[in-house]
């Protein structure tokens, strides 16, 4: 089934945008709830690709017309460049706003027009406003909210969920990209996301930069995304246990140990590396393959002292 651009009134100053690997098996329904969600399609869609070799693009054919666009990269080169390519298309085009959706989300109902009626909203009040995110909850268990979070000198810490159970509208410091809806002007005064992370953390580490100037980042009680939040998640007696491929955990631990020592110096350093401790003792009881994590954790927290960054290099 092809699907018309005319049937219904597009959401205009907004370039939707989506980056891809492997993602075969979820990409349909973040379409069909996100982008797709009344049968036509709500704003202008990139869908960048990260040289996937599953059938992404056969699933991505039925919705391709003037409003759907794919860009198709030769090799992987990480979601930071690709979001900064959807940046540069999104300012080329002339909207304000850029709307960024990981390739395993799931929407609740009007969640762009939503995040797009606040982020408009305070700008017209004269806040200075560099993105707006939704509630995210886990799609296997969707009683289960991934809060966003608040800086202080030990680093992030989860917002505090009875300090602000009354208000709809949250100032926080950081969020997860996927949901949240972003100024192009604010983005780019920062120049975008930081590449040679490649991948995770790099959403934290450029919305401390917009802090940083000045930007306000809102948290939109009103709204929801469903995400899956890692390759494994099980309920357990400390609560929802996530876990990750154990090469994921190179770009963890190797990005946030060094954004921790930018932005926080040794305290927060310290603080994350007690975290990490932490999580590598729960490994032990919750995880499906500790030893191989624990091998990419200590590369990267070795990379990280060593400066060493980009794509994970298994023969350094």
């Known amino acids: 089934m092809a699907y018309s651009s005319k049937q219904s009134p597009i959401i205009k100053d907004v370039l939707s945008l989506v980056v891809t690997y492997q993602g075969e098996r ?29 059938k992404i693009m056969e699933k991505l054919q039925r919705y391709r017309n003037g409003l759907l666009s794919v860009l198709e990269m030769p090799r992987n080169v990480g979601v930071a460049a690709a979001y900064n390519l959807g940046l540069e298309r999104a300012h080329n085009l002339g909207v304000r706003w850029l ?60 917002v505090s969920v009875s300090r602000t159970s009354g208000d709809a509208l949250v100032r926080i410091d950081s969020c997860l990209t ?18 040679d992370y490649f991948i995770d953390f790099v959403d934290h580490e450029c919305h401390l930069r917009l802090r940083q100037q000045g930007w306000e980042i809102w948290w939109d009680r009103g709204c929801e995304l469903f995400h899956r939040l890692g390759r494994r998640q099980k309920q357990t007696e400390q609560g929802l246990w996530v876990e990750h491929n154990p090469e994921r ?20 350093s310290t603080s994350f590396l007690r975290g990490m401790l932490k999580h ?32 994970f290099d298994s023969k350094s």
């Open 99 to 158: 709307f960024i959706l990981d390739q395993d989300s799931v929407c609740g109902k009007g969640l762009l027009a939503q995040v797009l009626k606040t982020g408009s909203s305070l700008k017209e009040k004269g806040r200075k406003v560099g993105a707006v995110c939704p509630v995210v909850k886990s799609v296997q268990f969707p009683d289960s909210i991934h809060l966003p979070y608040n800086w202080d000198s030990l680093g992030f810490s989860p």
């Open 26 to 54: 979820t990409i349909q329904k973040l379409i069909e709830s996100c982008l797709f969600e009344t049968g036509h399609p709500v704003s202008r869609i990139l869908v960048i690709d990260n040289n996937s070799s599953d």
């Open 249 to 268: 955990y190179y770009y963890m631990a190797r990005n946030m140990l060094d954004g921790h020592w930018r932005f926080g110096g040794w305290r927060a």
């Open 280 to 311: 590598m003792v729960c490994m032990l009881r919750n995880g499906e393959e500790p030893m191989k994590s624990y091998y990419y954790i200590l590369r990267g927290i070795s990379d990280a002292f060593l400066g060493h960054f980009g794509p």
């Open 178 to 195: 996927s949901g949240t809806l972003y100024n192009v002007e604010a983005l780019r005064s920062v120049q975008g996301f930081r590449e």
